[in-house]
């Protein structure tokens, strides 16, 4: 816990709260708590604290500008991208087994901890300690995009249409790893274009990979 309050630059009053967030279900026994319950709470505060960093930093943008943001900042890869330089990993209590096939590296677990621990320090603390957390971690993501972010499926949809051509397709064309560590490869096709495949530890992080592909295909920079 001590190592954990100098991550976190916050001392739990409850240090059961900080335990539970960093249990993974393989290491818990039969009705001991998990990060599970921690991670949907924080998901919420996560999402409330951003969207009010976001309007207060952007005062000039609109909604669809914001969302944009907000999606871009609590996504799973951003919160794994900070549980990394937090080095979380290192502290998350996992089975041998888990741990033996990657469990401390895996971003979904690495993100899901990551939550936990947000919920965790705003139902032993408050907002106030958890705005201060996530105002710490994530100004420079919120402020390095100096336009709203646009995804490269976006610009594919938003290319396709502009084309007068029906939405991109996608499917799954490849399944491979473990549950905990799955890899998809993701085949995307628009009107009769030559299709494009991306790889990914998520279907979504797939479907980008092979969005931007198509793109750089197709010409078109600005993604």
Request: with cysteine; hydrophobic share 40%; glycine share 8%.
């Amino acid at each position: 816990m001590r190592e954990l309050a100098e991550i976190l630059d916050y001392e739990f009053n409850d240090p059961e709260l900080g335990r539970v967030a960093l249990t993974h279900r393989s290491a818990a026994g039969r009705g001991e708590p998990t990060y599970e319950r921690l991670e949907f709470l924080g998901d919420r505060v996560l999402a409330l604290v951003i969207s009010d960093l976001l309007y207060e930093n952007y005062p000039h943008e609109e909604e669809g500008a914001l969302a944009k943001r907000l999606v871009a900042l609590v996504r799973r890869e951003t919160l794994a991208e900070v549980a990394i330089k937090l080095d979380l990993g290192s502290l998350i209590n996992l089975s041998k087994g888990e741990e033996d096939a990657g469990g401390r590296e895996n971003p979904a677990i690495l993100s899901d901890v990551c939550e936990g621990l947000i919920g965790a320090i705003y139902r032993d603390g408050g907002l106030e300690p958890a705005r201060r957390f996530l105002e710490r971690h994530w100004r420079d993501l919120m402020i390095a995009e100096k336009t709203p972010p646009k995804d490269a499926k976006t610009s594919l949809q938003e290319w396709a249409q502009g084309k007068g051509l029906n939405l991109p397709e996608y499917n799954t064309v490849a399944r491979s790893g473990p549950d905990h560590a799955p890899h998809f490869t993701i085949e995307v096709r628009v009107g009769k274009h030559p299709p494009e495949k991306g790889e990914g530890a998520t279907k979504r992080l797939a479907e980008q990979a092979a969005a931007e592909l198509l793109l750089k295909h197709l010409g078109v920079a600005d993604v």
